[in-house]
């Protein structure tokens, strides 16, 4: 297969039968018609891209947007979503009105998109364009199926570590811990003063990876890739080890009071507002911590368990699978438009933007660290001598499994047991 065509035999059509399933469709399909007002425009551009509303980089992109289009005297149309990005995508795609690119996650249903034909492949034009050397050679490698063919250019790149308010832990008397034991002392201190210990979105995603992070202290990356694929947590020693020391962190009062009903965003309000001393947040969160918390907040990773675990360090989730610029059935039709456009997003110019205007992680190869977001320029020179790197299992994760492990994994913030826990884990992608 070459850039600019889709599988032998698979058709829009086919690839969103075989995707959305029976049902999905119909109703988001009425909405298609007006979702690229400028896509038959001669000469234009579309961009279907989650990097919009308050997300971190968002006002940045669309300023690069603009002063591209004026500077090329060329209409680029900007269609924005968050979530539900890839299942408007893949149902404009049923009616051929998708956008010439998508800016997205890798992850759960995008992961299928270039081997079904939905987007092109592009590891010609990585080359074609000049833009290998530009992108970190680790995110390639993590953009390119099985295949061996890259799905996307790698744009945004995830780092996950865990924020220590200092100024609340020196009030409780204690210092940042590394190990469980001290974690567990840590929360102890922090609760006879009337501050809760760590606070993590326990309803939703950003809990889910937290308790995949637990684990990942009883794994080696073999076993956690077996894991986070197969489900079957209960034939994996260090899995089921992994979730007893969760219990165990759990039921010593680790986590703030009712953190199975707590969200990302309440997760970062409850630090931000001082409430809560210590919240595992990916970077782009941390773009948007205050000054004047940042000030008193120190970046490192999650305490290493005291017993039985096989990491070196404190771990950090560390991925590439952010935001990726993928190239529709519909750009295919319009290189000669898209190349100049993607190549600007690789310029030195864009990167310093994101990076100083947004506190952006990026997948192109640059010095570059902002001032102006000290946490997320903390995270960044994080070192293999200070932290453990970790997976974000998102990449192993099928697309199904995604919500019924969530529920699993907010049950396991109650008060399960490791058992019902594992039980319930297993079943999600049983069901699946």
Request: with cysteine.
């Amino acid at each position: 297969m070459t850039a600019g065509t889709t599988s032998p035999g698979i058709s829009r059509r086919t690839f969103l039968g075989a995707v959305l399933g029976t049902g999905v469709a119909i109703p988001l399909l009425a909405g298609c018609g007006p979702l690229m007002p400028m896509s038959s425009t001669r000469g234009s551009i579309s961009v279907h891209t989650q990097l919009s509303g308050a997300v971190s980089g968002a006002q940045v992109f669309s300023d690069v947007v603009a002063a591209y289009s004026r500077a090329h005297d060329r209409p680029v149309a900007l269609l924005k979503n968050g979530s539900d990005l890839p299942i408007v995508f893949e149902t404009s795609s049923l009616a051929g009105k998708e956008a010439d690119i998508a800016m997205v996650n890798l992850q759960g249903r995008t992961l299928s998109w270039t081997r079904l034909g939905a987007t092109i492949p592009v590891e010609k034009l990585l080359d074609e364009w000049g833009l290998r050397d530009k992108i970190i050679p680790e995110a390639l490698e993590e953009w390119t199926d099985e295949d061996g063919h890259l799905r996307a250019f790698p744009f945004t790149r995830t780092n996950w570590p865990v924020s220590f308010n200092t100024g609340l832990l020196e009030e409780a008397g204690v210092g940042i811990p590394t190990t469980s034991d001290e974690l567990i002392a840590v929360a102890d201190a922090l609760r006879s003063k009337g501050i809760g210990p760590v606070t993590v979105g326990g309803s939703d995603w950003s809990g889910q990876k937290m308790f995949l992070q637990i684990l990942q202290g009883f794994l080696t990356r073999d076993e956690a890739t077996t894991a986070f694929s197969t489900g079957k947590l209960s034939e994996i020693p260090g899995a089921i080890a992994g979730v007893e020391h969760f219990v165990e962190l759990r039921d010593a009062g680790v986590f703030v009071d009712n953190v199975q009903g707590y969200t990302s965003d309440s997760e970062l309000t409850q630090f931000n507002t001082r409430k809560a001393a210590i919240v595992p947040a990916m970077s782009s969160a941390l773009s948007l911590v205050p000054a004047e918390r940042a000030a008193e907040v120190t970046v490192g990773g999650w305490p290493v368990p005291s017993r039985g675990g096989v990491v070196a360090h404190p771990t950090v989730i560390q991925s590439y699978n952010g935001h990726g610029i993928w190239i529709s059935a519909n750009g295919a039709e319009k290189l000669d438009l898209l190349k100049p456009f993607i190549q600007n997003l690789y310029t030195p110019e864009v990167t310093s933007e994101f990076i100083l205007g947004s506190g952006r992680d990026m997948s192109r190869i640059t010095d570059v660290v902002s001032e102006d977001f000290p946490l997320v320029a903390q995270a960044s020179q994080l070192t293999t001598s200070q932290v453990t790197p970790v997976m974000l299992p998102d990449l192993l994760i099928p697309d199904a499994v995604f919500e019924p492990m969530i529920r699993a994994t907010a049950m396991a913030y109650g008060n399960a047991s490791a058992e019902q826990i594992i039980d319930r884990f297993e079943k999600a992608y049983d069901a699946a």
